[in-house]
């Protein structure tokens, strides 16, 4: 275990279902972040969580919405996916003002169907 | 602006053999360099870092990269691979903060028996 917790591990959901993915950290990070993973493509950087505020949000649809109640937990919230949405959705956190990267936890595989 | 370059998206070796993944880096700061593995249907795991201190950084499981700042490079090597070492690598640059990580395409690393 890094210390980030996700789940669930893995998600299948109907296309119009809603489902949330949560993600964890006991680190005392003060950011968190989500990626998407999809097969042949470079990770994407989704949102960005610092001190508990959004500070970045790369053009991703509604359809995705994040939520970070407190500097331990994010959840991405799901509704009205596509198939194209299927991908590894990895969580990170990190602690802000230091040079030691990222800590990620081990991704939820979400296919929709 | 900073930005990865991932040489290989494939490398190939044998047991036993020298691990050679390169990633050539642009930036606009100091650098701050990263190597993360990622084993199957698995989060990404911090392998070494490089905080402007010593240009050889020794990580986990045997791996090392140098940084070479007038190659702008920063490649990942090993001196005998073994199997369990068979994931996809990525190399990443940091920017201004924790906030701006960019992350390389990946180079797959295949270990023949």
């Known amino acids: 275990e890094t210390g980030v917790t996700q789940t669930p591990r893995h998600l299948v959901m109907g296309m119009t279902n809603k489902k949330s993915l949560k993600c964890e950290q006991h680190?005392?990070?003060?950011?968190m972040y989500w990626y998407k993973q999809s097969a042949k493509k470079p990770l994407e950087l989704m949102f960005v969580y610092s001190l508990e505020e959004r500070v970045e949000n790369n053009s991703v649809p509604s359809r995705f919405s994040p939520e970070c109640p407190n500097s331990s937990h994010l959840f991405l919230h799901l509704h009205t996916l596509q198939p194209e949405d299927s991908a590894l959705y990895l969580c990170?956190?990190?602690?802000?003002?230091?040079?030691?990267?990222?800590?990620f936890g081990s991704g939820t595989r979400l296919t929709v169907v | 602006a900073q930005s990865v370059t991932q040489l290989d998206s494939h490398v190939s070796v044998s047991e036993g053999t020298p691990v050679l993944l390169r990633c050539n880096y642009s930036?606009?700061?100091?650098?701050?360099l990263f190597w993360y593995v990622q084993h199957p249907n698995k989060g990404l795991q911090l392998l070494l870092k490089?905080?402007?201190?010593?240009?050889l950084v020794k990580g986990i499981n045997g791996f090392e990269a140098e940084f070479k700042k007038s190659e702008t490079s920063f490649h990942l090597t090993k001196p005998s691979a073994h199997m369990s070492d068979a994931a996809e690598y990525f190399c990443?640059?940091?920017?201004?903060?924790?906030?701006?990580?960019?992350f390389g395409a990946g180079t797959r690393l295949t270990v023949k028996p």
């Open positions: 930036s606009s700061y100091s650098p701050s």
């Open positions: 990170a956190s990190s602690l802000q003002g230091t040079g030691y990267g990222y800590t």
């Open positions: 680190l005392g990070h003060n950011a």
């Open positions: 990443v640059v940091r920017g201004y903060n924790n906030n701006d990580m960019r």
């Open positions: 490089y905080t402007s201190a010593a240009t």
